[in-house]
């Protein structure tokens, strides 16, 4: 019990540590932190002075450049370089670094009083005082930019990934519904006519319903799940055809681990067999293949077809929705990924569809 306590109060400690290492501020101090202490690890190499006399002459160095960086980083950036005043931040950036130069220089005049040599020097180095000054608070700006560029790639790129979810939501939607309608209206066929098959389709039906509902909001599932969604639904349409519509379903290779987006291959099936096996056509079939490869699944499905589509009650042909919304998913899902051909003749329709499957 106090290890699981322990342990919980360490995981504390760590969150609150790794929150605190993300803050800004944070981050800020733990730079000029680094930098006081490296200047002094390096005046503690160049001359013979007590840590107390170099930590003081550190401090007072650090001050300064830290005077420059935030006037820089709070006032000049925000007031005249993000409003585009190029030149008045530049020759204000400029007069900062003048005025600062001074002022530095006489706090270390009076820091080594005792020190007459050195004072006449930090005279004479007015110059490279300044040049130093001015180019510490340039690569301030450097950061800033960088910094601004990073944030708007992090938020272009998470408005990208709403938006690709969003609209991947929407694609999928549209396709559980059509499927869902389709096989509705078959049931209440079946129930009208009394058949002894509608228990068996209801059954069916509520196993893949609960695969759309509780297992398909993942972005992969299972390959082994999406293949025996599809032999339900080839049952489920074997139970409702007539005799003379004949299915064939061919799985060649070994599932493993592959793992795809849900619902890829529906659209395809609900295609094939609302024109390969509607009621225009007296005899008809559905040829369905289905290879998997390690890294590659290779589906193909060759229908019979009836010399004019069937009608929606719009007067507008039937069919089509679910492959415009298999090659937008493609197109998210599986960029460069897909290969998709489709061959048609006046009897036959058939698609080729390759993919490379992703973690």
């Given at each position: 019990m106090d290890i699981n306590v322990s342990k919980v109060n360490t995981e504390k400690i760590a969150d609150k540590l790794k929150n605190l290492a993300s803050h800004q501020y944070?981050?800020?101090?733990?730079?000029?932190?680094?930098?006081?202490?490296?200047?002094?690890?390096?005046?503690?190499?160049?001359?013979?002075?007590?840590?107390g006399f170099i930590i003081a002459k550190e401090l007072i160095n650090v001050f300064f450049l830290a005077a420059i960086v935030y006037i820089n980083l709070y006032y000049l950036i925000p007031k005249y370089l993000s409003q585009k005043h190029f030149f008045w931040y530049l020759n204000l950036l400029i007069l900062v670094a003048l005025i600062i130069t001074p002022l530095k220089t006489m706090v270390f005049y009076l820091f080594y009083s005792n020190y007459p040599e050195t004072q006449t020097d930090l005279i004479q180095e007015q110059g490279s005082i300044f040049l130093a000054t001015f180019f510490i608070g340039g690569i301030s700006t450097v950061y800033k930019i960088m910094n601004d560029w990073v944030i708007h790639q992090?938020?272009?790129?998470?408005?990208?990934?709403?938006?690709?979810?969003?609209?991947?939501?929407?694609?999928?939607?549209?396709?559980?519904?059509?499927?869902?309608?389709?096989?509705?209206?078959?049931?209440?066929?079946?129930?009208?006519?009394?058949?002894?098959?509608?228990?068996?389709?209801?059954?069916?039906?509520?196993?893949?319903?609960?695969?759309?509902?509780?297992?398909?909001?993942?972005?992969?599932?299972?390959?082994?799940?999406?293949?025996?969604?599809?032999?339900?639904?080839?049952?489920?349409?074997?139970?409702?055809?007539?005799?003379?519509?004949?299915?064939?379903?061919?799985?060649?290779?070994?599932i493993r681990h592959q793992k795809i987006a849900p619902l890829m291959f529906i659209p395809f099936l609900e295609n094939s067999f609302k024109h390969g096996l509607s009621n225009q056509i007296s005899s008809g079939f559905v040829n369905i293949k289905?290879?998997?490869?390690?890294?590659?699944?290779?589906?193909e499905i060759e229908n019979s077809k009836a010399p004019t589509l069937?009608?929606?009650?719009?007067?507008?042909?039937?069919?089509?929705?679910?492959?415009?919304?298999?090659?937008?998913r493609l197109n998210l899902l599986y960029p460069d990924q897909y290969l998709l051909f489709v061959e048609e003749d006046p009897n036959r329709y058939k698609v080729n569809f390759k993919l490379q499957l992703n973690d």
């Open positions: 944070a981050q800020h101090i733990l730079f000029w932190f680094v930098l006081f202490a490296v200047f002094v690890f390096l005046d503690n190499q160049k001359y013979n002075s007590s840590y992090r938020e272009v790129t998470d408005l990208e990934n709403k938006n690709l979810q969003s609209e991947l939501n929407f694609l999928k939607s549209q396709i559980n519904p059509h499927f869902l309608f389709n096989t509705l209206n078959n049931l209440y066929a079946l129930t009208l006519k009394k058949s002894e098959k509608a228990p068996e389709i209801v059954l069916k039906l509520s196993e893949m319903m609960r695969y759309m509902l509780y297992e398909c909001n993942e972005r992969r599932v299972p390959l082994i799940k999406e293949v025996n969604y599809i032999k339900n639904y080839l049952e489920l349409e074997k139970l409702r055809q007539t005799k003379n519509f004949n299915i064939k379903f061919q799985l060649d290779g070994e289905l290879n998997v490869e390690e890294k590659e699944v290779f589906l069937p009608k929606s009650n719009m007067g507008k042909k039937s069919g089509g929705i679910g492959l415009v919304n298999i090659r937008k």
